[in-house]
């Protein structure tokens, strides 16, 4: 049975919190009521609600079910259990659900947003008429933000649409759109550092991370969203190192036998070089303040430290004569290993420390 009238204290309490970005202490209270009134839709909902604020997804979807099974079809509820449906993994059942809302309500652009997520996920899942899908899940971006054109976070929530179909240059025109009309749009600017960062645009990857912080310090993703962009980086490094240390070593044995001359060996070292110290000096170029707050963070001096070494491999394979070249493939994996073991550090401490920095 749907509630009537005013909410209970503990739901008004509740409703609260979550205005106050206090999800965990609004939990508490929908669960007190749901001691009392176990049949209550707005509590089933509000619990709901309550875990999608905290991330727990599956524990979102269970509450926002009951409250659907007892009757409550309201378009808060059923966005709540489209975005749900997404984030778990059914996005085929959110899309269901939003086409339900569409049919209702075709002129609400946030129906056109939760299709379009929805599309979005499909494409992302692999599905066989995947051009099919990206194309619509565009298209229903675009409806919305037409729709609701003065609306900033429309435009932003438009280019996450974008960004998950791979239309990063479509996105990146959303986001900038959403800036335009509120300069302080955290998720447009988010959006934007997500972009930088994928392109290995650090300095401005870190920049807007620094504004989104100040911005909303409960950000607390934004230090690992900009590190992806420096992995990115450092494995391309990697890569360069790994195709050219073989040649180098060639080229070095080539010089100690007397074939090269001083001047070439030296140009041809560097231009095997070149590439691995080109992505590895890009990640350098990362904002002081968010290299200083990722410096902070448990295993991102060791792995700098190890990426730092895979151009200098190639120096070392090319440089002393033979058989010490050879230990610059040593030096190369054991690189790889040092890398690895604190890439895992450090991702494990900034997941940890997003799930600790939850209200």
């Keep these: 049975m749907s509630d009537a009238g005013t909410p209970p204290a503990p739901l008004r309490r509740a409703m609260g919190l979550l205005e106050a970005n206090r999800p965990r202490q609004a939990l508490e209270a929908v669960e007190e009521e749901l001691g009392r009134d176990p049949g209550s839709d707005l509590s089933w909902a509000l619990k709901g609600r309550c875990h999608l604020h905290l991330d ?49 309500e075709p002129q609400v652009a946030s129906h056109h947003l939760l299709a379009g997520r929805a599309m979005a996920e499909i494409h992302r899942a692999g599905h066989p008429a995947l051009t099919e899908w990206s194309r619509n899940a565009a298209l229903a971006a675009r409806t919305a933000r037409g729709l609701n054109g003065l609306d900033p976070w429309t435009h932003s929530m438009a280019g996450y649409v974008f960004l998950r179909i791979g239309a990063a240059h479509s996105a990146e025109e959303a986001f900038r759109t959403a800036l335009s009309l509120d300069p302080q749009e955290d998720q447009a600017i988010r959006g934007l550092a997500v972009i930088d960062a994928h392109r290995g645009r650090m300095r401005r990857a870190g920049r807007r991370g620094e504004q989104v912080l100040a911005l909303d310090p409960g950000q607390a993703d ?15 490094a990697n890569l360069c190192a790994g195709v050219t240390l073989l040649p180098a070593v060639l080229w070095g044995n080539v010089f100690h036998t007397g074939g090269l001359s001083a001047t070439v060996f030296v140009l041809g070292v560097l231009v095997f070089a070149a590439p691995a110290l080109w992505s590895a000096a890009r990640i350098a170029t990362l ?33 002393p004569p033979p058989p010490w070249s050879l230990t ?17 550090r450090l991702m494990a401490g900034m997941e940890a420390r997003e799930r600790a920095s939850r209200p």
């Design 56 to 104: 727990e997804n599956e524990e979102a979807l269970a509450a926002l079910s009951r409250a659907l099974g007892l009757g409550n079809r309201s378009t808060g509820l059923l966005t709540m259990t489209s975005t749900a449906l997404s984030r778990v993994g059914r996005p085929e059942e959110a899309l269901e659900i939003a086409n339900e809302l569409l049919r209702a």
């Design 287 to 319: 904002s002081s303040a968010m290299r200083r707050h990722l410096s902070r963070q448990p295993g991102f001096v060791g792995w700098a430290v190890g990426t730092a070494v895979s151009p200098s491999c190639v120096f070392v394979a090319a440089l």
């Design 328 to 344: 610059a493939i040593a030096l190369f994996v054991g690189g790889l290993l040092w890398q690895r073991h604190h890439r895992n």
């Design 222 to 236: 934004i230090p690992r969203l900009v590190y992806t962009g420096a992995l990115r980086l450092s494995l391309l």
